[in-house]
């Protein structure tokens, strides 16, 4: 007998006699399979099979959160795992389709945004409707197994791949829709661009003055001046009156809190984000990931509220420039600003795929001493994640939800890179940050040299009396090592500058 499961998709559940009543038989049916304690998995949108409640308790779950994604036989709630094996289900809006992996793309990402007030109220899940179109239509009349939004994914995803162009992705949808009359296609990579930005995982762009003075962002954002050196925020546009104004500066910024959720709406993801709790190494003298450093268990004394839940993530952010043009002739420095995840695993967490890009520092100058100007929205979100965390679903939890928090432990990076995100300059006689006031430095013809390596040796080395190195016999102890009371109070005689390279302002590039 076949079994309608066209309700599990029903968005407006609150004003819907058909989820309701499907509702109610699938708790029927599943009534005879409880535990001995009357507990059963859970299949709304949060809990994902992952917990187990009361069946009274499903009731609520399922039509306050909806039915998942992708579990269209009912294997723990009485349904044979034999039976039904090419089920076809009704998709959101009653259309039949074949079972679709796009289906649980849609799923992670409607799941995160689960804790809309079903009843009696519009449906959160509306934003979403045209990519429920997308998945619900065939690619092409008789092509049931290829969803059209199956297959757009595809094609974007060959097309950063490739790297296409804008232009040759826009005459290759042209060329399929003069193939393939009948194909249901966007018609340019513009439209299938807002179509994908829906799925979540898109980016900011912020205006920035020319000489990077500031950021056109909250209190800046309605202004058409710098508040610092009061340039224009648009271009002038020759020989046109009007038209679409155009800014010299963008910044493009990805957030970041978004992206870590994505992290543990997947299960197999979700349980490699506590691998750090668990994958330390057996050897004392052997570190194979920064959970075996100094620094982390240092960390981890300091915060204890924070090392409480595994699950909180720990950041690590590297940047550096690098010229887009692959033309050494031509100067252009873009900065791009990336986080890791160290909760997970050494094997992972240094691949491509797990990196996040969460700035895009335009140029055509590197940032300099202004790169705080450009990280303010990431280091606002960063402060937001630390102090207040965000809700996060958890694929690999029972209790589904928990208050994720985030702390950025250290920096990767060159040295002239420290130099610009630490504002500690690389150049001059106390270059060094380690031996900060006792560096020691001479200049020679014309640049600054740096010596005195040996003083890092025991008193006792045989290697302080070689007169092989400069003549000498080196008696001096290492550099001292600053205290925080130290380090804050040379930062209280730094004088603040103004921001900028304009040269009015703040003068030359940093």
């Not at 804008?166 to 009948?182: G, I, R, T, V």
């Not at 990280?375 to 994720?404: C, Q, S």
Request: charged share 25%; proline share 6%; hydrophobic share 35%.
């Amino acid at each position: 007998m076949t079994i309608d499961k066209s309700w599990m998709t029903i968005r407006r559940r609150g004003s819907s006699n058909e989820f309701w009543n499907g509702l109610q038989h699938f708790l029927q049916m599943a009534k005879p399979f409880v535990n001995d304690r009357g507990f059963i998995k859970c299949p709304c949108r949060r809990c994902l099979n992952n917990a187990s409640h009361q069946l009274e308790y499903l009731e609520s779950h399922i039509f306050r959160n909806g039915f998942m994604f992708g579990y269209n036989q009912w294997i723990h709630h009485g349904e044979p795992a034999t039976a039904n094996a090419g089920t076809t289900v009704a998709g959101p809006s009653g259309g039949i389709h074949e079972r679709d992996e796009m289906f649980d793309v849609l799923d992670d990402i409607i799941s995160e945004d689960a804790d809309e007030d079903a009843i009696g109220g519009p449906s959160s899940n509306e934003q979403y409707d045209d990519l429920f179109a997308a998945l619900r239509s065939e690619l092409y009349p008789g092509v049931s197994s290829f969803s059209s939004l199956n297959f757009l994914v595809k094609l974007m995803h060959l097309k950063v791949l490739n790297k296409w162009t804008n232009k040759s992705f826009d005459e290759l949808l042209k060329l399929l829709k003069l193939a393939f009359p009948k194909i249901d296609l966007v018609e340019s990579h513009y439209e299938a661009k807002k179509l994908m930005k829906k799925m979540g995982l898109g980016y900011s762009s912020i205006h920035v003055c020319k000489n990077d003075c500031a950021l056109f962002w909250k209190e800046n954002s309605l202004k058409d001046t710098c508040p610092v050196c009061s340039e224009s925020r648009w271009k002038l546009q020759s020989g046109k009156r009007s038209g679409k104004k155009v800014p010299h500066k963008v910044l493009r910024y990805f957030p970041v809190g978004p992206r870590l959720k994505r992290l543990f709406a997947t299960l197999k993801i979700a349980k490699l984000m506590r691998w750090h709790s668990t994958g330390k190494s057996k050897d004392n003298d052997v570190m194979w990931h920064p959970v075996d450093g100094k620094s982390w268990q240092e960390f981890d004394k300091r915060h204890p509220q924070f090392v409480g839940d595994v699950r909180n993530v720990r950041l690590g952010l590297a940047a550096d420039g690098f010229n887009p043009f692959g033309n050494m002739s031509l100067s252009y420095s873009m900065w791009p600003v990336v986080l890791t995840t160290y909760n997970l695993p050494p094997w992972i967490c240094m691949k491509t795929e797990y990196l996040m890009l969460s700035l895009l520092i335009p140029g055509p100058q590197s940032p300099g001493k202004d790169m705080d100007i450009f990280l303010r929205p990431l280091i606002d979100e960063l402060k937001e994640l630390w102090v207040h965390g965000l809700d996060t679903r958890d694929a690999a939890y029972e209790n589904g939800v928990f208050r994720m928090r985030a702390a950025l432990l250290w920096t990767v990076n060159d040295f002239p890179a420290r130099s610009s995100l630490s504002g500690w300059s690389g150049k001059g006689y106390r270059a060094c940050p380690t031996c900060n006031e006792d560096t020691p430095s001479i200049r020679v013809i014309g640049k600054t040299a740096y010596f005195g390596h040996r003083h890092f040796l025991p008193t006792n080395h045989h290697r302080r009396s070689n007169l092989q190195f400069d003549g000498r016999t080196e008696r001096k102890r290492p550099p001292r090592r600053f205290s925080t009371t130290d380090i804050l109070e040379q930062l209280r005689r730094v004088k603040t500058g103004i921001p900028g390279k304009h040269p009015n302002y703040g003068g030359g590039g940093g």
